[in-house]
């Protein structure tokens, strides 16, 4: 699932990256989630919490973030 559309970012991005010990700073210096628009930063920061053991994800669904008729980034 892509949760950072701006930058093409996906769900498996922000695991791996989490996992291997990286921060959400350097995550987004690495892949530029939430550096944009800014939509996917809640999604990207829970996503990224539960990854590193911080409890269950509690991300609303994409469209939440990026209405069908939202203008792209
Ligand atoms: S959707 Fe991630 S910065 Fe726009």
Same mark, same amino acid.
């Given at each position: 699932?892509?949760?950072c559309?701006? !930058?093409?970012?996906?769900?498996?991005?922000?695991?791996?990256?989490?996992?291997?010990?990286?921060s959400? %700073? %350097?995550l987004?210096a690495?892949?530029?989630?939430a550096?944009?628009?800014?939509?996917? %930063?809640?999604?990207?920061?829970?996503?990224?919490?539960?990854?590193?053991?911080?409890?269950?994800?509690t991300?609303?669904?994409m469209?939440? !973030? !990026?209405?069908?008729?939202?203008m792209?980034c």
């Amino acid at each position: 699932m892509i949760v950072c559309i701006c !930058h093409r970012v996906s769900d498996r991005i922000i695991r791996d990256a989490a996992q291997q010990g990286a921060s959400f %700073e %350097e995550l987004q210096a690495m892949h530029g989630v939430a550096t944009r628009c800014g939509r996917c %930063e809640s999604c990207a920061r829970a996503l990224w919490s539960s990854s590193r053991g911080g409890g269950p994800m509690t991300c609303p669904p994409m469209q939440a !973030h !990026h209405p069908p008729f939202a203008m792209p980034c």
